[in-house]
Nanobody
Framework: QLQLVESGGGLVQPGGSLRLSCAAS????????IAWFRQAPGKEREGVAAISSRSTDTNYADSVKGRFTISRDNAHNTGYLQMNSLKPEDTAAYYC??????????????????WGQGTQVTVSS
């Protein structure tokens, strides 16, 4: 059974850092692109970052460029989102998603085939 499990969320002060993980089971991530989305209360889910299956292409939302880094470790079947210089407006539930193929329309929810259950990130002093 294909499963994605996010971890690494928590409470952090503004300016702090967190690294989210997206562990895949039941399939091999090697040929899947990975994305991270987030959803704050009362807001729509938005794309944060995406990475192609061979890490040759990455995309980021303008709001996180220069602060967040998406990566993957195919040997460990895991994707990551390193988040630095966190701001209160980064507070949201963060979800990873995967699809077989390119990341052309990466910021569209419907582009992605499988989703995790999410992990909460709260940035507050």
């Amino acid at each position: 059974q294909l499963q994605l499990v996010e971890s690494g969320g928590g409470l952090v002060q503004p300016g702090g850092s967190l690294r989210l993980s997206c562990a895949a089971s039941g399939f091999t991530l090697d040929y899947y692109a990975i994305a991270w989305f987030r959803q704050a209360p009362g807001k729509e889910r938005e794309g944060v970052a995406a990475i192609s299956s061979r890490s040759t292409d990455t995309n980021y939302a303008d709001s996180v460029k220069g602060r967040f880094t998406i990566s993957r470790d195919n040997a460990h079947n895991t994707g990551y989102l390193q988040m630095n210089s966190l701001k209160p407006e980064d507070t949201a539930a963060y979800y990873c998603a995967v699809r077989w193929g390119p990341i052309t329309n990466w910021d569209r929810q419907g582009w992605w085939d499988y989703w995790g259950q999410g992990t909460q990130v709260t940035v507050s002093s």
